[in-house]
C-alpha cells in the first residue's frame, strides 16, 4: 500500500520559513547586499526545484521495505544500457528520453556547483564544491531508494557530480575577468555574522516539518488515535 506524501504543504512551510528567515535577518543587522541576497534566493529556489523535479510524485510506501537489489550498484551500467537501448530501437522518442535523462542529470547540477563558488569562499577549493554537489545528489538518491516510483542508481551520482565540475569550472573562467573577479569577491565578503548557525537552524525546521507531516500521514491512514 501507498500514500501521497503532503509535498505541497512541506514546500509551503520551507519556502515560507525562508522568506520569513531573511525578512527578520535584515531586520537584525546590516542592510543586505543585493547581490548576495539574489544569489541566495537563486540557489535556494533552484534547490526547491530539484528536490520537486527528482522527488516527485511523492508516492510513499505505508510500510517501508526497501531492497538494496533496487539500486544500480555498477558505474555506467544504467547509461550504457540506455544508450545501447535507443541504438536498438532507433526509434526518435526513446532517444530522446535517453538524451534528456543522461545531459539532464549533468545540466541540472551545473547552477549548483557555480552558485556554491560565487555565495562562499570555501566553495571555491574544487573538492569542497564536488562534496557539496555530491551531498546534495547523495540525499536525492537516497530519498528516492525510500520512495515507490524512483530508483536510486550510482549513475546519477557521477552525472551529477560532472555537472557540479562544469559549474565550478564556468565559475573559474568568469573569475579570471577583473571585473566579476572583483563582484565575486563583494558577494562572499557580503556575507552576515552566524549564517551557518541560521542555516542549521532552518535545516532542523524543514525536517522537522518533514517528519511532521509524515507521521500525521501514516497515523492517519493507520487511525491511530
Known amino acids: 500500500m501507498y500514500f501521497q506524501y503532503n509535498a505541497a504543504l512541506l514546500y509551503f512551510v ?6 520569513l528567515l531573511r525578512v527578520f535577518r535584515s531586520s537584525r543587522e546590516r542592510k ?19 528536490f520537486w ?3 516527485e510524485p511523492f508516492i510513499v510506501p505505508v510500510t517501508p521495505n526497501p531492497s538494496l537489489d533496487s539500486i544500480n550498484w555498477v558505474p555506467f551500467r544504467g547509461m550504457l544500457g540506455m544508450v545501447s537501448t535507443a ?4 526509434d526518435e522518442t526513446t532517444t530522446r528520453v535517453v538524451l534528456i535523462n543522461l545531459v539532464g542529470n549533468v545540466l541540472v547540477f551545473i547552477p549548483i556547483g557555480y552558485l556554491a563558488a560565487v555565495l562562499w569562499k570555501p566553495q571555491r577549493a574544487l573538492m569542497r564544491d564536488l562534496a557539496m554537489g555530491l551531498g546534495i545528489s547523495f540525499g ?17 551520482l557521477l ?6 565540475l562544469l559549474g565550478f569550472g564556468l565559475f573559474h573562467m568568469l573569475h579570471l575577468i577583473p571585473p566579476i573577479r572583483r563582484w565575486y569577491a ?3 565578503e557580503a556575507e552576515r555574522p552566524k549564517a551557518g548557525l541560521w542555516a542549521a537552524v ?8 518533514f517528519a511532521g507531516i509524515y507521521y500525521l500521514q501514516i497515523k492517519t491512514h493507520w487511525g491511530w488515535m
Not at 33 to 50: I, M
Not at 87 to 90: D, K
Not at 159 to 164: A, D, M, S, V, Y
Open 32 to 50: 543586505p547586499y543585493f547581490w548576495r541576497e539574489l544569489h541566495l534566493y537563486l540557489f535556494f529556489f533552484y534547490l526547491c526545484y530539484l
Open 14 to 19: 520551507a519556502i515560507g520559513g525562508w522568506v
Open 202 to 209: 532552518y535545516l532542523l525546521l524543514v525536517l522537522g516539518t
Open 87 to 90: 541504438q536498438r530501437l532507433q
Open 186 to 188: 563583494r558577494i562572499a
Open 140 to 156: 536525492i538518491e537516497l530519498t528516492q531508494f525510500f520512495l515507490a516510483v524512483r530508483v536510486a542508481d550510482v549513475d546519477d
Open 53 to 55: 523535479a527528482t522527488l
Open 159 to 164: 552525472l551529477n557530480g560532472l555537472g557540479t
